[in-house]
């Protein structure tokens, strides 16, 4: 069961953030409330948009350049392992403290 999570109160104030349009922004939140305790979740746009977006019917290409932009501004990687795709959550241990952590699955 994942952890509760830590958004720094600074986050309105970076820079990268300013950046972001609305919805980026949202998914920003998003994420940081849905990936595992590693900061880890499937990549996929499709995967992406039905947990962080679930009443929403975003097209997909519009997720995929959400995702892209996090990538731009180094917020997030995206990776592949075995033909599947995944994000992780750039500095996630600078902001997510705990005694105990759960291992990706």
């Known amino acids: 069961m994942a952890q509760t999570r830590t958004i720094d ?5 970076s820079q990268s953030f300013s950046r972001l349009n609305y919805r980026q922004r949202d998914l ?17 746009p499709a995967y992406v948009r039905s947990t962080v977006f679930p009443y929403d019917d975003i097209p997909l290409a519009e997720i995929e350049s959400d995702l892209n932009t996090l990538v731009n501004e180094e917020m997030i990687i995206l990776y592949e392992i075995n033909g599947n795709k995944y994000l992780q959550i750039i500095n996630w241990w600078k902001y997510q403290k705990s005694n105990w952590m759960g291992a990706s699955s």
């Open 9 to 13: 109160c600074k986050i309105r104030s």
């Open 28 to 44: 920003w939140h998003g994420l940081i409330e849905t990936v595992d305790d590693q900061g880890r979740m499937p990549g996929t």
